[in-house]
């Protein structure tokens, strides 16, 4: 469940920061984040905003839509997913589970389809 919140904590940073980019700090609220937990997550925000290749590969597996057009829950969770996969090496999940673990957020935090859309779109970015 660890990875769990660290991956929330991540999503909620990365949100914050696209809506206000001087955002200095995030409260992992009621998320439990140990000393382990956080370095992963700040990991995870660090390859995901630093990669911009991953925007690039969200954009390829894309149909009809643009980077630009996507729910800002729902595009921050492909880039942490994409991250994890492609950028966080030994610490990374198995595929199926970084897949899973979007999804669920997508369930969450995003809209009705989301949880849809996010496993599509990271099905076909993560297969090649």
Do not use: C
């Amino acid at each position: 469940m660890s990875r769990r919140n660290a991956r929330e904590y991540a999503l909620k940073v990365l949100y914050s920061r696209e809506l206000n980019p001087e955002t200095e700090t995030i409260d992992s609220g009621e998320l439990e984040l140990t000393e382990k937990d956080r370095a992963f997550a700040d990991a995870l925000v660090k390859a995901a905003a630093e990669h911009k290749e991953i925007d690039e590969k969200i954009s390829a597996h894309l149909t009809n839509w643009s980077l630009s057009q996507l729910n800002v829950v729902d595009k921050n969770i492909l880039r942490l997913a994409l991250a994890e996969f492609y950028f966080m090496g030994d610490e990374a999940e198995d595929r199926k589970l970084i897949i899973n673990e979007a999804v669920e957020m997508a369930k969450v935090y995003g809209g009705e389809s989301s949880y849809r859309f996010v496993n599509a779109v990271l099905d076909k970015a993560t297969k090649g």
